[in-house]
C-alpha cells in the first residue's frame, strides 16, 4: 500500500492526465468507435494485424507475408474513422509513456 503523500500525487497526475487534450482526444475517438460497431470491427483488425506484425521473427520481416498484412492494415487504415482513432490512441499512449519516464527517470532500481 502506498502512502498518503504518494497517493495524493498519483491522483494529482491522473486529474492532470484527464485535463489534456490527449486524453479528451482519445476519449472522444472511443466514444465515436463504440457507437459504430464496424468501426469498432475495423478496429479489432488493425489491431490484430499489428500484432501479427510484431509477433513476426525478425528474419521474416521483409517477406511476402509481412508486405501482405501490412498492406491489409493500411487499407484498413484509409478509413477516416480508424484512422482517427488510432491517431488519437497513439499520441495519448505516447504522452502517457513520457509521464512515466519522468516519473521514473531518476528512480534507482538496479540491483
Sequence with gaps: M???????????VKLAIKETNEYK??????RIIRLDPE???LIERARSLQ??????????RNSDYAESLQNEYEEIAEDT???DY??????????????????IENVDIDI
Design 2 to 12: 502506498i502512502d498518503d503523500k504518494l497517493a495524493k500525487c498519483a491522483d494529482a
Design 25 to 30: 482526444e482519445f476519449e472522444e475517438q472511443k
Design 39 to 41: 468501426k469498432r470491427s
Design 51 to 60: 500484432n501479427r506484425l510484431m509477433d513476426l521473427p525478425e528474419d521474416q
Design 81 to 83: 474513422a480508424v484512422y
Design 86 to 103: 488510432s491517431r488519437a490512441e497513439a499520441m495519448y499512449m505516447t504522452m502517457i509513456q513520457e509521464v512515466l519516464a519522468r516519473i
